[in-house]
């Protein structure tokens, strides 16, 4: 048998093959199909053409309204309607709504609906998010979602992979964000076009599930197919609590073939901001001079969890947003809406004068809830700073994490944590 | 199969949000998707572009979101064919998924011009440059793909049974 990578190994597995080997294309089943109220409509039309109209599998689809929901305006609410009318008539399981609803990429690992060694295809190019909980998951098109609907089966094109291998410790105000950050500005937005990025090593024990799935988040945007993490206690305690399914374990096999593999001290790694327009832009705040911001958006799949948000409060907590600077805070879900209510987190944020959002994707890909006009500035928690990401076209987004986001609110600009925390 | 056409060039990284900004995926009319193709890097293209054009970009055509609307919009706009030097890998399957004709091909991407006549047969993978009389071989698509695109896109491939579970 070859030796494989995590990713090849899991593939091999749904496809029902020994080994694999990359460039190989396959034909695997999969264990969950996602989509959203964007690329569902699509889907569903895609899918009506299909002969034999049932889905494969009522538990396997989860369909979430979370980009323009609450719906925006009519054409929004259509699309949504669209999806609603769609899952009840096949019965599918996973639909959540306005009131369920969280980001998706938050909302899966939460309600259990992912576990090791499954495969994940969804509609989103941030589906690579539960690589995070050793899981194969990647983006994929509407039509891939509508036939993977339909028969539980999609096409891949076997990756190879680079492997990260982390060591040591964060500092102080450093997170799971600056560390992707940092890896991307190294390897660039087409860094690992097609390929896994292999995430290993001692220092995965000092990651939380929360640093993890930031990182696998973002994986999409060095171009890769997928990120994964192998598993550990960390994981398997994480899957018991939210009562995902059995795990399955796939290592790497040790003489398996990387295409570069690269070594990375965490403690190594200062707070990182991604300039405008591509992520690969990454700055440390040595580089970084006065940038000042109007608006400050802490939330989405990549940094809108519970640990995100008690970090922003910590930095927020008694201090006041600095005038002009439109500071939105939005939980991911519902489920870290209520916990960031109970530990007063929501309160600091309104005392300090942020907008606090029921959970949306919203702003993060210029939607609804925090549009900028021509020539705005944001440092934002989100994952992609594109030309016109979220709002005009002339408009600028900074990728941070929380702690460098909520600095820079009470700071109105670009601000390192330090500079508002006496240590 | 041929396809001609005249040229429209942009260079690397062509996102998904710019191919099709986000605040108009509240639709999936496809004639109103193609009707804002491109609009935030060329506001001209929607004016300018012709049934048959043949776009041509850099390194990481259609990175960013799984959007299918993004080829959706390229395709109904009327281009009939991609040529850049690598594909995002979403938007490399979602364009063989609907059927939009993509190649990759490092030198053609490099010197073909804005406003250049191309001819491109799909069969042997040459590429013409009729204006500069350049030709570029390509390769041809791996088996399997090309019995997607033979059944005309990914749901016929599932209705002839092509893709079925095991
Ligand atoms: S939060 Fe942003 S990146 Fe995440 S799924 Fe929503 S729009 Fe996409």
Not at chain 2, 6 to 27: C, E, F, H, W
């Given at each position: 048998?070859?030796?494989?990578?995590?990713?090849?190994?899991?593939?091999?597995?749904?496809?029902?093959?020994?080994?694999?080997?990359?460039?190989?294309?396959?034909?695997?089943?999969?264990?969950?199909?996602?989509?959203?109220?964007?690329?569902s409509?699509?889907?569903i039309?895609?899918f009506a053409?299909?002969?034999?109209k049932g889905v494969f599998d009522k538990?396997?689809i989860?369909m979430?309204?979370?980009?323009?929901?609450?719906?925006?305006?009519?054409?929004?609410?259509?699309?949504?309607?669209?999806c609603r009318e769609f899952a009840c008539s096949m019965g599918i399981e996973n639909f959540?709504?306005?009131?369920?609803?969280?980001?998706?990429?938050?909302?899966?690992?939460?309600?259990?609906?992912?576990?090791?060694?499954?495969?994940?295809?969804?509609?989103?190019?941030?589906?690579?998010?539960?690589?995070?909980?050793?899981?194969?998951?990647?983006?994929?098109?509407?039509?891939?979602?509508?036939?993977?609907m339909a028969?539980?089966?999609?096409?891949?094109?076997?990756?190879?992979?680079?492997?990260?291998?982390?060591?040591?410790?964060?500092?102080?105000?450093?997170?799971?964000?600056?560390?992707?950050?940092?890896?991307?500005?190294?390897?660039?937005?087409?860094?690992?076009?097609?390929?896994?990025?292999?995430?290993?090593?001692?220092?995965?024990?000092?990651?939380?599930?929360?640093?993890?799935?930031?990182?696998?988040?973002?994986?999409?945007?060095?171009?890769?197919?997928?990120?994964?993490?192998?598993?550990?206690?960390?994981?398997?305690?994480?899957?018991?609590?939210?009562?995902?399914?059995?795990?399955?374990?796939?290592?790497?096999?040790?003489?398996?073939?990387?295409?570069?593999?690269?070594?990375?001290?965490?403690?190594?790694?200062?707070?990182?901001?991604?300039?405008?327009?591509?992520?690969?832009?990454?700055?440390?705040?040595?580089?970084?001079?006065?940038?000042?911001?109007?608006?400050?958006?802490?939330?989405?799949?990549?940094?809108?969890?519970?640990?995100?948000?008690?970090?922003?409060?910590?930095?927020?907590?008694?201090?006041?947003?600095?005038?002009?600077?439109?500071?939105?805070?939005?939980?991911?879900?519902?489920?870290?809406?209520?916990?960031?209510?109970?530990?007063?987190?929501?309160?600091?944020?309104?005392?300090?004068?942020?907008?606090?959002?029921?959970?949306?994707?919203?702003?993060?890909?210029?939607?609804?809830?925090?549009?900028?006009?021509?020539?705005?500035?944001?440092?934002?928690?989100?994952?992609?700073?594109?030309?016109?990401?979220?709002?005009?076209?002339?408009?600028?987004?900074?990728?941070?994490?929380?702690?460098?986001?909520?600095?820079?609110?009470?700071?109105?600009?670009?601000?390192?944590?330090?500079?508002?925390?006496?240590? | 199969?041929?396809?001609?056409?005249?040229?429209?060039?942009?260079?690397?990284?062509?996102?998904?949000?710019?191919?099709?900004?986000?605040?108009?995926?509240?639709?999936?009319?496809?004639?109103?998707?193609?009707?804002?193709?491109?609009?935030?890097?060329?506001?001209?293209?929607?004016?300018?572009?012709?049934?048959?054009?043949?776009?041509?970009?850099?390194?990481?055509?259609?990175?960013?979101?799984?959007?299918?609307?993004?080829?959706?919009?390229?395709?109904?706009?009327?281009?009939?064919?991609?040529?850049?030097?690598?594909?995002?890998?979403?938007?490399?399957?979602?364009?063989?998924?609907?059927?939009?004709?993509?190649?990759?091909?490092?030198?053609?991407?490099?010197?073909?011009?804005?406003?250049?006549?191309?001819?491109?047969?799909?069969?042997?993978?040459?590429?013409?440059?009729?204006?500069?009389?350049?030709?570029?071989?390509?390769?041809?698509?791996?088996?399997?793909?090309?019995?997607?695109?033979?059944?005309?896109?990914?749901?016929?491939?599932?209705?002839?049974?092509?893709?079925?579970?095991?």
């Amino acid at each position: 048998m070859k030796a494989m990578t995590m990713t090849q190994k899991i593939l091999a597995f749904h496809a029902k093959l020994p080994d694999v080997e990359a460039g190989q294309l396959i034909l695997a089943e999969v264990d969950m199909v996602l989509g959203n109220d964007i690329t569902s409509p699509v889907a569903i039309n895609e899918f009506a053409r299909i002969n034999g109209k049932g889905v494969f599998d009522k538990k396997k689809i989860s369909m979430v309204m979370d980009h323009f929901v609450p719906n925006k305006d009519i054409k929004a609410a259509e699309q949504s309607k669209k999806c609603r009318e769609f899952a009840c008539s096949m019965g599918i399981e996973n639909f959540y709504d306005c009131g369920q609803m969280g980001v998706e990429h938050a909302l899966l690992p939460e309600r259990g609906l992912v576990t090791a060694g499954d495969i994940v295809i969804g509609a989103d190019s941030h589906t690579c998010t539960y690589g995070a909980l050793g899981a194969f998951s990647t983006g994929v098109g509407s039509t891939d979602m509508a036939c993977g609907m339909a028969s539980g089966m999609a096409w891949f094109k076997v990756p190879s992979a680079i492997k990260f291998v982390l060591t040591g410790r964060m500092n102080k105000w450093v997170s799971g964000k600056d560390v992707i950050l940092h890896i991307i500005g190294m390897i660039g937005v087409s860094g690992a076009l097609y390929k896994s990025m292999e995430f290993t090593g001692e220092g995965l024990k000092n990651l939380t599930i929360d640093d993890r799935l930031c990182m696998a988040n973002m994986a999409i945007e060095a171009g890769a197919k997928n990120g994964i993490f192998e598993v550990d206690e960390i994981t398997l305690a994480f899957l018991k609590d939210v009562g995902a399914k059995t795990p399955v374990i796939y290592k790497a096999d040790d003489n398996a073939e990387y295409d570069e593999v690269y070594e990375i001290d965490l403690a190594e790694i200062t707070p990182t901001v991604s300039f405008p327009h591509l992520p690969e832009n990454a700055k440390t705040f040595d580089e970084i001079g006065e940038v000042k911001i109007d608006q400050v958006v802490i939330g989405s799949c990549t940094n809108g969890r519970l640990q995100d948000l008690i970090e922003a409060a910590e930095i927020m907590k008694g201090k006041k947003v600095a005038s002009g600077v439109r500071t939105i805070v939005i939980p991911a879900t519902q489920k870290i809406y209520l916990q960031a209510m109970e530990l007063g987190l929501l309160k600091i944020f309104v005392e300090a004068g942020a907008a606090v959002s029921t959970p949306t994707c919203g702003p993060c890909l210029g939607g609804h809830m925090g549009i900028l006009a021509k020539g705005e500035r944001a440092v934002a928690t989100t994952n992609r700073n594109f030309v016109g990401r979220m709002g005009h076209p002339e408009s600028e987004v900074y990728l941070s994490s929380p702690t460098v986001a909520a600095a820079s609110s009470i700071t109105g600009k670009i601000s390192h944590p330090d500079e508002v925390m006496s240590s | 199969m041929n396809v001609k056409g005249s040229v429209l060039k942009y260079g690397d990284n062509v996102d998904t949000d710019v191919i099709i900004p986000a605040r108009y995926l509240n639709t999936t009319d496809k004639k109103e998707l193609a009707s804002h193709c491109m609009e935030d890097i060329d506001e001209s293209f929607v004016t300018r572009v012709k049934t048959g054009d043949i776009m041509v970009a850099g390194n990481n055509f259609g990175c960013g979101s799984s959007r299918e609307h993004a080829p959706i919009a390229i395709k109904e706009s009327g281009i009939s064919l991609v040529i850049a030097k690598n594909f995002a890998r979403i938007f490399y399957r979602n364009a063989v998924n609907i059927g939009l004709p993509i190649i990759e091909c490092e030198q053609a991407a490099e010197e073909i011009n804005e406003g250049d006549t191309v001819r491109v047969n799909f069969e042997t993978g040459i590429i013409r440059n009729i204006t500069t009389m350049k030709e570029y071989k390509t390769l041809p698509f791996p088996p399997f793909i090309q019995q997607i695109i033979q059944a005309g896109g990914l749901v016929e491939a599932v209705n002839s049974g092509l893709i079925s579970k095991k």
